[in-house]
């Protein structure tokens, strides 16, 4: 199967080939999707995330050509896998056109439009009223004691949102405070 590691210390492999279609959960939920490259498939599961299908695959259709990235599964407990099998890391191309990565450092400016919550329930950040996204994670934002209305100011790593409109900023630093 054609693949190479780009980058040697987190063994993160980059695979392209054509989207089969999703795998499922037990519970109705999708946790991984199929790729074929040369007719062999390779598996990739979307386990780190948590969220599910990530985003960005939402509008993915059969046959159309990836670049996938993720780091190799060790073998499993329940037995051997019919193929290769990878934890999802990140989506790197669509049909040759490659996602937008992480922008450098960058800041983000605006008025808490509403507080964001993790899965779990634990506010973990705030959406901006020109849309941007702040992540802080949920100790971040028991430092910051934010209120819709209340001036953000964040500086962080900076990806567009996967639905078009506005950013997500991981946040290092917000409103002059050092995020732990």
């Not at 054609?2 to 695979?15: A, I, K």
């Not at 993720?70 to 049909?95: C, M, N, Q």
């Not at 509403?114 to 934002?141: K, M, S």
Request: without cysteine.
């Amino acid at each position: 199967m054609p693949h190479h590691n780009f980058h040697e210390t987190v063994d993160v492999w980059s695979v392209e080939g054509r989207f089969a279609h999703y795998l499922y959960s037990p519970k109705g939920g999708i946790e991984g999707m199929l790729i074929e490259t040369d007719g062999i498939p390779t598996q990739f599961v979307f386990e780190r995330h948590g969220e599910g299908l990530p985003a960005q695959l939402a509008d993915i259709r059969a046959g159309q050509t990836l670049v996938v990235e993720g780091i190799e599964s060790p073998p499993s407990p329940k037995g051997e896998a019919a193929h290769t099998v990878y934890r999802f890391e990140r989506l790197a191309a669509i049909d040759g056109k490659p996602l937008p990565e992480a922008q450098p450092d960058d800041s983000v400016d605006g008025r808490v439009a509403r507080i964001h919550y993790a899965r779990h329930g634990e506010a973990n950040g705030v959406v901006l009223d020109n849309g941007d996204f702040v992540h802080t994670r949920p100790q971040g934002f028991a430092q910051l004691n934010l209120k819709v209305g209340d001036r953000v100011q964040a500086e962080g790593r900076v990806r567009p949102l996967a639905t078009g409109e506005g950013r997500v900023v991981e946040a290092a630093r917000v409103n002059d405070i050092e995020m732990e």
